[in-house]
């Protein structure tokens, strides 16, 4: 049976929270976000599924040091990075994950093993007995800006709830909270969607704390929408933000609709997130209630970024 090819769609996130401090660090950021762009879009375009294009989208944003997940993860409040991350795939609904594991390059390949596993959800130990069968070589995702971020706060005795959504050179308001994430969400030319999402958590944050983006409330899917969150991770599960803006696209809402809803709710209870969605039609969206998200996509047509998106609309919205 032949299926009806439709336009590949793409984004990408690096996380949301305040502004960033430079112009220098804004055109940092969108360079990286666009050569991933770059990078990713074409897989698509060469018939590759969504979820090869999320797992390979994923694996460069963990490997960019700028962002909070892989190497460039945040240190928690031991002074340990524990990482987290979770694919989904859309078309047959099957969600896979790790949590707070340690001392790998690329968690979201742990989430891509677990897609066919029977016990699709590891912790701590788990994780690392998954890493250890799996013969991953040990990797040390500690970067230096994030060590002497910790070194700073520990001098404050701790005074920050979390640690900065990028590394940047000038820690200028070490006090100010922002969030880091990455998460990619496709639709190939099959017209199947998948989403992964991976993080080094908020930072300086209790050990056993459990981050939003290895559960369904922060990265999930079905055949009619995806969505990949950001932000404070207590603030994403308390909206279970990612399936229930899933839930309303897959129960009818149009995905411009579904993320305008659920954001306006968000602000209302103040919530400090932001989310990036595509809809099987082909719609693109994305949603903030902080003050920046830092994504970039590929429509198909051309590529744009949100990386200066400040003002009060709370989406944006592509089709
Ligand atoms: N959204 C990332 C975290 O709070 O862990």
Redesign the pocket.
């Given at each position: 049976m032949s299926v009806d090819l439709v336009q590949p769609k793409l984004i990408i996130h690096g996380g949301a929270g305040g502004h960033l401090q430079s112009k220098g660090g804004q055109e940092a950021v969108r360079q990286v976000l666009h050569s991933v762009i770059e990078e990713v879009y074409p897989l698509l375009l060469d018939g590759k599924s969504a979820t090869d294009a999320v797992i390979k989208g994923c694996q460069l944003l963990e490997d960019e040091p700028l962002f909070n997940a892989g190497t460039g993860s945040v240190l928690q409040s031991d002074g340990q990075i524990r990482m987290s991350a979770s694919l989904m795939d859309g078309i047959v609904q099957r969600f896979s994950g790790v949590i707070n594991v340690s001392r790998i390059k690329n968690p979201i390949q742990l989430a891509q093993f677990l897609q066919s596993q029977e016990d699709r959800v590891l912790s701590d130990y788990g994780a690392a007995e998954l890493v250890r069968e799996l013969n991953c070589p040990v990797y040390d995702p500690l970067i230096e800006i994030r060590l002497q971020e910790w070194i700073q706060e520990r001098k404050g005795d701790f005074q920050s709830h979390m640690a900065g959504v990028v590394a940047e050179e000038e820690l200028v308001h070490p006090h100010e909270a922002r969030?880091g994430?990455i998460g990619v969400v496709a639709l190939d030319s099959q017209g199947r969607l998948a989403v992964g999402t991976s993080?080094g958590?908020?930072g300086l944050e209790r050990i056993g704390r459990v981050?939003?983006?290895a559960m369904p409330a922060?990265n999930y899917a079905t055949k009619y929408a995806a969505v990949s969150?950001?932000?404070?991770?207590e603030h994403?599960m308390d909206e279970c933000l990612a399936a229930r803006i899933v839930v309303r696209v897959t129960d009818g809402l149009a995905l411009k609709e579904a993320m305008l809803r659920s954001m306006k709710e968000c602000r209302e209870r103040k919530r400090d997130l932001g989310a990036i969605a595509i809809a099987a039609t082909g719609a693109i969206a994305w949603g903030k209630t902080s003050e920046v998200i830092l994504a970039a996509y590929h429509n198909g047509e051309k590529i744009g970024d949100t990386v200066d998106w400040t003002d009060d609309d709370l989406i944006g919205y592509q089709f």
């Amino acid at each position: 049976m032949s299926v009806d090819l439709v336009q590949p769609k793409l984004i990408i996130h690096g996380g949301a929270g305040g502004h960033l401090q430079s112009k220098g660090g804004q055109e940092a950021v969108r360079q990286v976000l666009h050569s991933v762009i770059e990078e990713v879009y074409p897989l698509l375009l060469d018939g590759k599924s969504a979820t090869d294009a999320v797992i390979k989208g994923c694996q460069l944003l963990e490997d960019e040091p700028l962002f909070n997940a892989g190497t460039g993860s945040v240190l928690q409040s031991d002074g340990q990075i524990r990482m987290s991350a979770s694919l989904m795939d859309g078309i047959v609904q099957r969600f896979s994950g790790v949590i707070n594991v340690s001392r790998i390059k690329n968690p979201i390949q742990l989430a891509q093993f677990l897609q066919s596993q029977e016990d699709r959800v590891l912790s701590d130990y788990g994780a690392a007995e998954l890493v250890r069968e799996l013969n991953c070589p040990v990797y040390d995702p500690l970067i230096e800006i994030r060590l002497q971020e910790w070194i700073q706060e520990r001098k404050g005795d701790f005074q920050s709830h979390m640690a900065g959504v990028v590394a940047e050179e000038e820690l200028v308001h070490p006090h100010e909270a922002r969030r880091g994430t990455i998460g990619v969400v496709a639709l190939d030319s099959q017209g199947r969607l998948a989403v992964g999402t991976s993080t080094g958590g908020k930072g300086l944050e209790r050990i056993g704390r459990v981050s939003d983006s290895a559960m369904p409330a922060g990265n999930y899917a079905t055949k009619y929408a995806a969505v990949s969150c950001t932000g404070i991770g207590e603030h994403i599960m308390d909206e279970c933000l990612a399936a229930r803006i899933v839930v309303r696209v897959t129960d009818g809402l149009a995905l411009k609709e579904a993320m305008l809803r659920s954001m306006k709710e968000c602000r209302e209870r103040k919530r400090d997130l932001g989310a990036i969605a595509i809809a099987a039609t082909g719609a693109i969206a994305w949603g903030k209630t902080s003050e920046v998200i830092l994504a970039a996509y590929h429509n198909g047509e051309k590529i744009g970024d949100t990386v200066d998106w400040t003002d009060d609309d709370l989406i944006g919205y592509q089709f």
